[in-house]
């Protein structure tokens, strides 16, 4: 779907939401790179995993809002953290006490990896949708993740797992870092993978923030 003129149109959106909704997969741009996905849930999260042989890391997922998964375990620091830096490239890892969300999604500690888009296009979709989708760079192992539409749709026809696959094409991405990612399972949060959102920055809005080493 060519978005790269002008937003989709509401009838074309609902299109997609059916098509995610029956289980589809979608290649989308967000605020860093382009990403895989499709419902948080076991048939499509099987799905991507076929798509990206050998990803053993689960899929964050890309939220409407903090209500949406509020079976998480949302801690003070992580709604601290959630109000200064969404929508944006911070991703929050809460945990997930009551198993909300299956493996593939729900990492082997507990952890599920959230953030809400800044994206307008994928912003609005989600919103449309009301729940998560999966998310993860466009690519195959061992390949740079997709700028533009044209390169994830290159991506998923390299794969022998692409079944129907719908590419919301909004054109070219700036270049940026990935999300930075912020554990907030423990007593202190915790930066496991620096990205787009500056250490100092996160210090600034909570100063008891620790770097994994």
């Known amino acids: 779907m060519?978005?790269?003129?002008?937003?989709?149109?509401?009838?074309?959106?609902?299109?997609?939401?059916?098509?995610?909704?029956?289980?589809?997969?979608?290649?989308?741009?967000?605020?860093?790179?382009?990403?895989?996905?499709?419902?948080?849930?076991?048939?499509?999260?099987?799905?991507?995993?076929?798509?990206?042989?050998?990803?053993?890391?689960?899929?964050?997922?890309?939220?409407?809002?903090?209500?949406?998964?509020?079976?998480?375990?949302?801690?003070?620091?992580?709604?601290?953290?959630?109000?200064?830096?969404?929508?944006?490239?911070?991703?929050?890892?809460?945990?997930?006490?009551?198993?909300?969300?299956?493996?593939?999604?729900?990492?082997?500690?507990?952890?599920?990896?959230?953030?809400?888009?800044?994206?307008?296009l994928t912003g609005r979709l989600v919103q449309r949708l009301g729940r998560a989708i999966t998310s993860t760079s466009a690519n195959l192992p061992g390949e740079r993740p997709a700028a533009d539409g044209r390169e994830a749709l290159a991506a998923a026809s390299r794969s022998s797992a692409a079944e129907e696959f719908w590419v919301l094409d909004g054109g070219p991405l700036p270049p940026s870092l990935p999300s930075t990612v912020v554990d907030c399972t423990g007593s202190v949060p915790r930066i496991v993978r620096p990205g787009a959102i500056p250490e100092a920055r996160l210090h600034a809005v909570h100063s008891e923030i620790d770097v994994e080493r």
């Not at 209500?67 to 200064?84: F, I, K």
């Not at 999604?105 to 953030?115: D, F």
């Open 2 to 120: 060519d978005v790269r003129a002008e937003p989709p149109s509401e009838e074309d959106l609902d299109g997609v939401v059916r098509h995610v909704l029956g289980g589809g997969l979608i290649a989308y741009p967000t605020e860093t790179v382009y990403g895989f996905g499709g419902l948080a849930a076991p048939r499509a999260v099987k799905s991507l995993r076929r798509l990206k042989p050998g990803r053993e890391r689960p899929f964050l997922l890309l939220v409407p809002s903090v209500a949406a998964v509020s079976e998480l375990r949302w801690t003070a620091e992580a709604r601290v953290l959630a109000s200064a830096f969404w929508p944006g490239a911070l991703t929050l890892v809460l945990a997930d006490p009551s198993r909300s969300f299956p493996a593939g999604v729900r990492g082997q500690r507990g952890g599920v990896a959230v953030r809400v888009t800044s994206h307008a």
